[in-house]
């Protein structure tokens, strides 16, 4: 359930808008920084304050990957595995992490620390291959990089 320090956040958000429903995006951005995903008892909360359907939040929250609709661990790893990356061997990556972390795409590691996404393009092709942890990019990655970085976040 949403708090009421975000429902008034909410409410601040689309003062800022000619049009309530622009301030959705931002939203949900909000609430998933409070309650770390977005359930379907949320998507219906937030539906009744933009008076909007559920449906209609359901669309936005499953359009768009940095939004998630089940618990996700700690790091969210988010993997590009589109063309440039997939060039650039996003693949192994892919590889690197399942192993290390023992866990497939979509899932969360059993000590909830991580949670391993496949994703389309991230808009940073010019540095590929590309891994999104949380809010920050880790560009031109090899495995071995890749193993510096999660050492870093124990
Ligand atoms: S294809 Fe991976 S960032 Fe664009």
Redesign the pocket.
């Known amino acids: 359930m949403l708090s009421d320090s975000a429902c008034k956040q909410i409410e601040d958000l689309i003062s800022k808008y000619p049009q309530k429903r622009s301030a959705l995006i931002p939203s949900l951005h909000l609430v998933q920084k409070e309650l770390g995903y977005i359930s379907q008892d949320t998507m219906r909360e937030v539906a009744e304050i933009f008076e909007i359907s559920p449906n209609e939040v359901h669309e936005v929250t499953s359009f768009y990957t940095m939004f998630h609709r089940n618990p996700v661990g700690k790091y969210v790893l988010q993997v590009?595995?589109?063309?440039?990356?997939?060039l650039c061997n996003?693949e192994d990556i892919m590889a690197h992490l399942t192993k290390k972390l023992g866990i497939k795409p979509g899932e969360t590691s059993a000590d909830g620390k991580y949670t391993l996404l496949e994703v389309?393009?991230?808009?940073?092709?010019g540095?590929?291959?590309?891994v999104q942890i949380n809010d920050d990019y880790h560009e031109e990655l090899t495995p071995e990089k890749l193993d510096k970085i999660l050492d870093s976040l124990e």
Request: a negative charge; aromatic letters at 0%.
């Open positions: 590009c595995t589109n063309i440039s990356c997939q996003a389309e393009c991230l808009g940073s092709c540095t590929s291959p590309v």
